[in-house]
């Protein structure tokens, strides 16, 4: 029996009572199934799947209620989950047991740091961990890697997650979210690749093999998405995402009947997907379809995301079919607007995952694109970024003036305005 498990286990006076009647009975079977769901937790943790380590570790709290290592791991499970509130109570439980704040704990608090936006002062002190050979290397690596992400700097959230394999290999996680990168920047053999390394782990990971599938129906390579979905059809049958994707394979290898039979069937429990609408709005096209339904499929879109240029792409072609030629025309003008501002957006992301740079311009540039295209947060980080390299920089604080002052926000307008020059 662990030393700590053993300590919190006699502590409980409820829970001698039940050893002592009989160790091969009720308290034997009760402490085997805690410490059965310690385990289930931490074998969770390890590989990253928190949601699926909160419920053990509920359990293993209320058993052992003075047992620091439970408190510490239920604490790393809420910050990861991003339950920061509840993260703090159990590390200051953790302190309080120990009667001092043990350095995995302030590690614990620094991690929460990254994660709640102090990354570019922190991530230094954790990198030096991590080149000393912590223990907690990987926990560190997804941590940073993950927060880099979230701000779309994929260069160093790239480093992080390469790194993050290296010290564990085995783990199917740090491959997905390599995947997810790659495809974020137009790399999608590469993304495929990634991904069909995280499921050759681990094949039970729906949602991985459900990326592959998008990314090869996204290119209408139906063919070799058929085979996956064969799979997934079999793992999880009444999964709504699986039903819309197989019938977006069949439209498009023309069995027209079944795939308007599966999509429609998928639409109520996903109906703000864009390329389940997307496929929708195509079928409604084909001869004798119904381009006016087409179009409410594709408004609904551009409604959530008014910089889907696939969907403007094919509202041009709906407008077109009901005869609205002048609503068409700038339609296809906005899609064009967009798909230039989208593809340079995407150059410069590009060029900051290889070749990170230093001056305001460039982030400037991509912070004014992304707003131009209605990716709000995004657009504000990189604005807020090329203040943060050059805290004059005219270019950007005009944006953020102009943008506060569309949305309403009258006080954050005036103090960008502050800091332009007077005429």
């Known amino acids: ?33 805690a410490l059965h769901q310690w385990r289930l937790a931490e074998q969770a943790a390890s590989e990253s799947r928190w949601k699926d380590a909160a419920g053990p570790l509920a359990f293993c709290l209320e058993v052992w209620p003075r047992s620091t290592p439970v408190h510490l791991l239920a604490a790393r499970v809420a910050r990861s989950l991003g339950d920061f509130a509840r993260a703090e109570a159990l590390l200051n439980r953790c302190s309080r047991l120990e009667g001092r704040q043990t350095q995995v704990v302030q590690l614990e608090f620094l991690l929460m740091r990254v994660q709640t936006g102090a990354v570019d002062e922190v991530a230094p002190v954790l990198v030096e961990l991590v080149d000393s050979n912590h223990p907690d290397t990987p926990l560190i690596l997804e941590t940073l890697g993950r927060a880099f992400l979230y701000n779309l700097r994929y260069s160093p959230a790239l480093v992080m997650i390469d790194r993050w394999i290296e010290a564990a290999p085995d783990n199917p996680e740090p491959h997905r979210l390599r995947g997810w990168l790659l495809e974020r920047v137009n790399r999608a053999d590469e993304a495929l690749a990634s991904y069909e390394r ?3 782990l681990d094949p039970e990971l729906i ?21 996956h979905l064969q799979i997934l059809t079999k793992q999880a049958p009444q999964r709504t995402d699986v039903m819309a994707r197989v019938g977006q394979c069949k439209l498009l290898l023309g069995e027209l009947d079944e795939a308007r039979r599966l999509m429609e069937a998928a639409l109520p429990g996903m109906p703000k997907d864009a390329p389940l609408l997307i496929a ?38 709906a407008l077109e079919l009901q005869g609205r030629q002048e609503e068409a025309k700038a339609a296809r003008q906005r899609h064009d607007e967009v798909k230039a501002l989208l593809e340079r957006a995407n150059r410069l992301l590009e060029g900051e995952a290889e070749n990170p740079t230093t001056d305001p311009e460039t982030v400037y540039e991509l912070g004014a694109s992304l707003l131009r295209i209605g990716h709000a947060r995004l657009g504000l980080y990189w604005l807020h970024e090329a203040l943060a ?30 800091r332009l020059p007077r005429h």
């Open 1 to 33: 029996m662990p030393e700590f498990l053993r300590r919190n286990w006699l502590s409980r006076p409820k829970l001698l009572i039940a050893t002592v009647i009989g160790l091969t009975g009720t308290g034997s079977a009760f402490y085997g199934y």
């Open 280 to 317: 929708l709005a195509r079928l409604e096209m084909n001869a004798g379809g119904n381009p006016a339904k087409a179009e409410e499929y594709l408004t609904r879109i551009l409604k959530a995301d008014p910089a889907d240029v696939e969907a403007q792409f094919v509202l041009v072609s």
């Open 389 to 418: 390299r050059a805290p004059d920089y005219r270019p950007a604080h005009q944006a953020l003036a102009d943008y506060y002052e569309d949305i309403g926000d009258a006080t954050r307008a005036a103090a960008h305005r502050k």
């Open 207 to 227: 949602g991985v093999r459900l990326s592959i599938v998008d990314i090869l129906l996204g290119t209408s390579k139906a063919p070799d998405a058929l085979p």
């Open 198 to 200: 995280a499921l050759k």
